[in-house]
């Protein structure tokens, strides 16, 4: 379950910052960073993905390659919530974080 605060945190108009997201779970950086492509219409393969932003009212899935879409900050911050990603798999999966 995602915590209620990624509602507020708009990862395709602001830059993050490592103090946005450094106390986040992995699948709120997940939803972070899906939530980019989904706002380009991205079709997504994975299946608990594309039902997460079925759900959402605003999702229409439209395209399999969103990426000369993408603006150089969502591109940043893709960035950055992958490498906060893979930190939080290596460092709190096994501790059931």
Known sequence: IASESIVTINSSTKKLKESDIKNLKKIDLEILRNTIFARHGFSFKTKTVRQFFDSVEWYIPVSTNVDDQLTAVEK??????????????????????
């Open 76 to 97: 940043q911050n893709i960035i950055l919530l992958k490498r906060f990603e893979k930190y939080a798999e290596d460092n709190y999966d096994s501790f059931g974080r």
